[in-house]
């Protein structure tokens, strides 16, 4: 199976999809709520049903998705297909051009984790730029090959940065070593820009990010050379199974990644 022509096509029709409800005024009248404990609106449980549905279609799939959670598409799966609809309803709700659909990739077994991805596609909704990556065969960015830039200093640095009220003193010190912060509210797209060079590094200390935001958008940035880990420095290795939250440091380069995980460490003691 092409599992990234199966993605691209999932996106081309979900993006119709997203756009009609978006125009028709209905999207985010609030539905339930979610498999992660958070309120559903009319515009994810829409394009979640499309997904699984064209999934249920197309092979023999376990899925792990933000408003289902777990769901096994077929008795004896082939692959694990791990799913944001809409990364970032936030911004499509409020038409902020910075939103993706975002799917990974894995061959089924029981303990499936993050390091078993194959493959992983983001589209932007609203702009239908691609982000695509195959293990061991490199990232994309439409048809363009993605390589991380040489840079090697946080002077200068943009970052996307995350945090919350009470862990804002943690990341103090990073801040006064970096130029700029940028946060825009899709994670999954975030770390592919990272990839493409657009930010120096992703950062999110606050243990609230979920497996289904950057399954994919992890593969991206390590097919294009980037350091994926949590804060402490440490690979991730969670399910893929069942939605986990985690926390991240994502940078372009091995450098810049080794400089922001040293700071977290002192600061966290």
């Known amino acids: 199976m092409n599992l990234l022509r199966l993605a691209r096509s999932i996106g081309r029709e979900l993006r119709e999809v997203v756009e009609e409800a978006l125009e028709s005024g209905d999207a985010a009248r609030e539905v339930g709520i979610g498999a992660d404990g958070t309120p559903t609106e ?31 598409l077929a008795e004896e799966p082939e692959y694990i297909a791990v799913v944001d609809p809409i990364d970032g309803s936030y911004n499509a709700l409020h038409r902020l051009p910075f939103y993706a659909f975002s799917v990974a990739f894995a061959p089924y077994r029981e303990e499936a984790s993050l390091a078993d991805v ?4 983001v589209l932007n909704l609203y702009s239908g730029d691609e982000f695509a990556a195959e293990r061991g065969r490199g990232a994309r960015f439409n048809s363009t090959t993605l390589r991380v830039s040489k840079t ?18 943690r990341l103090l010190p990073l801040l006064r070593r970096i130029k700029r912060v940028r946060t825009l509210g899709s994670a999954a797209l975030e770390l592919c820009h990272v990839a493409r060079g657009d930010f120096h590094a992703f950062v999110d200390v606050r243990t609230y990010l979920r497996n289904i935001d950057i399954a994919a958008a992890k593969l991206v940035l390590e097919e ?7 804060v402490r420095g440490i690979p991730l290795d969670v399910s893929l199974l069942r939605i986990e939250r985690l926390n991240i440091v994502a940078a372009h380069t091995g450098e810049i990644h080794g400089n922001i995980v040293k700071i977290l460490r002192m600061t966290s003691t």
């Open 42 to 72: 009319a515009i994810d449980r829409l394009a979640e049903g499309l997904v699984l549905r064209r999934l249920r279609e197309a092979g023999s799939f376990f899925v792990l998705s933000e408003e289902a959670g777990s769901v096994a």
């Open 118 to 121: 194959v493959s992983g596609y």
């Open 152 to 169: 090697k200093a946080l002077k200068g640095a943009t970052l996307c940065v995350y945090s919350t009220p009470g862990s804002i003193h």
């Open 224 to 230: 294009a050379g980037g350091v994926v880990t949590d």
